[in-house]
């Protein structure tokens, strides 16, 4: 079987996919007869699917896409170049096409690469500008004339990248470097078993379960309602790698190690739901008595008046209860429907608040906008001994005030407060340099390996060393007054 034809590797109606023009990024849904608006563009991806995934198109009139072909570029030796620029000057002039020519020309249903083409031949500064300069236009004229995509399989790389430049606030300002020094500080592979605690719109959690692919369980610690999870469904991932994972909320970690959690505690439907379907039985028998009334009342003034008003009031009357008949079946449904959820959410959160129990988990995440001291210090009791955890902030301080706590409590090693740091180059033929911008911060990591430690026997040791240290030491001073 051909690498083309393999299955995930082309596009299907339903996939989450990529679409990337230069270094800019947005992920959306491929469906059908749906407008999509990228980069002051609208076109469809009707005819994208059936494509493989890395395919460059054109947006066509009618915001049809086509597949990009190349055009044969002319060869250095026949391109006519300037020794330098001094002699040009950027006074407005040299360009013989107007705003009206370039209208017309795309009214027409000419490409951009002609359009460009044009655009060359009717500069006259063009030829007298140097080789560098030439790249440097037609780059920035195709930029801005040239309709082309390219849709891409979304990844953590290109996710994090499309956050971190659209949407930095959401993410916490993690950076893709920053996210990928986690995956490898955390030993992120197949088969673990971690916690993940974060508040990144889900890309941290998205990160693990790709680097995971399916095999191992997850538990991720989520604050308010319900996990938040727009950036894992970007990901694309397939049903399969989500049967593995768990959920927990935050609130519920301190009865848990304290032995006091229950489910009880959650909003009790089933009671609820009782008195809601006693209700509206209720309801539902005093309006149908009302409507006999009113049938009564109707059929006595009808035989006084004519037959024909007497069948207009009973078909209307017999509309009016199939009318609330089925409006009560639709509650009771939706009653139901409540009381299912709302028992297997129960069922879920006693399976994942045994799988805490064990206190086995392989490794713990936590990259969150609240204070990581006290989300560390109580999600470390459910890790094993001799495994990592990486915390992730984008300042510096509280992950020093962390650092302090984790050595006064003991219990880990190898406790390390890095920053990371990207540079970007343009890598060119004779014009390679670092950029002119750059990132001004990726955040800050606290990572260490978890031990085994016996409190009281610690506490014991610091403290008898505390009083011999001290006495000694007064001891050596009054003797070297003496002497």
């Not at 198109?57 to 250095?76: D, I, R």
């Not at 020519?101 to 002609?114: F, P, R, T």
């Not at 005093?286 to 009031?313: H, R, W, Y």
Request: charged share 30%; glycine share 8%.
């Amino acid at each position: 079987m051909e690498a083309g034809t393999r299955p995930g590797l082309r596009i299907c109606e339903g996939d989450c996919a990529v679409l990337k023009r230069d270094d800019v990024f947005k992920a959306v849904p491929v469906l059908r007869r749906r407008k999509i608006i990228f980069e002051k563009q609208w076109f469809y991806l009707d005819n994208a699917i059936g494509h493989i995934y890395g395919t460059t198109f054109e947006v066509t009139s009618g915001g049809n896409l086509q597949p990009k072909q190349e055009m044969e570029e002319t060869t250095p030796e026949t391109k006519e170049a300037g020794t330098d620029n001094r002699n040009i000057v950027d006074d407005g002039k040299s360009q013989k096409l107007t705003h009206d020519d370039i209208k017309a020309l795309k009214d027409k249903g000419i490409k951009g690469q002609e359009i460009v083409q044009q655009l060359i031949e009717n500069s006259t500064t063009f030829r007298d500008k140097t080789e560098f300069a030439q790249d440097k236009y037609i780059k920035k004229k195709k930029k801005k004339y040239e309709a082309v995509i390219t849709i891409v399989r979304p990844s953590t790389r290109i996710l994090s990248t499309m956050y971190y430049a659209r949407e930095p606030g959401k993410i916490n300002h993690l950076r893709y470097d920053t996210l990928a020094q986690m995956l490898t500080l955390g030993n992120i592979h197949a088969g673990n078993k971690m916690i993940v605690m974060e508040t990144c719109a889900g890309l941290v959690l998205g990160a693990v379960m790709e680097r995971m692919g399916g095999c191992g369980s997850i538990i991720q610690m989520y604050p308010g309602g319900g996990p938040v999870r727009a950036a894992t469904s970007c990901f694309g991932f397939p049903k399969h790698f989500f049967n593995n994972l768990h959920e927990f909320p935050l609130s519920k970690v301190d009865s848990l190690l304290s032995g006091t959690f229950s489910t009880e505690t959650l909003p009790s439907e089933p009671e609820d739901n009782a008195l809601v379907e006693e209700e509206s039985n209720g309801s539902i028998d005093e309006k149908q008595a009302s409507i006999q009334e009113t049938e009564e009342e109707s059929t006595e003034t009808a035989m006084e008046s004519n037959q024909t008003e007497e069948q207009e009031t009973m078909d209307i009357n017999a509309e009016d209860i199939g009318f609330k008949e089925n409006q009560g079946k639709e509650n009771k449904e939706n009653v139901r429907e409540k009381q299912r959820k709302q028992q297997e959410r129960r069922k879920k959160l006693i399976e994942t608040a045994a799988l805490l129990r064990e206190k086995n988990a392989d490794g713990l995440i936590v990259a969150s906008k609240f204070h990581p001291t006290p989300l560390l210090l109580s999600l470390l009791e459910f890790v094993a001994p001799s495994r990592p955890f990486v915390v992730y902030c984008q300042y510096k301080e509280p992950l020093l005030e962390c650092y302090t706590k984790l050595r006064e409590r003991g219990g880990v090693i190898n406790l390390k407060l890095s920053e990371t740091w990207l540079r970007s180059y343009q890598v060119l033929p004779d014009r390679s340099h670092p950029k002119l911008t750059m990132s001004g911060g990726g955040g800050y990591l606290l990572s260490g390996i978890t031990v085994v430690s016996d409190k009281s026997k610690c506490d014991s040791s610091n403290l008898e060393a505390l009083k011999m240290e001290e006495p000694s030491s007064k001891k050596r001073k009054v003797q070297d007054l003496h002497c």
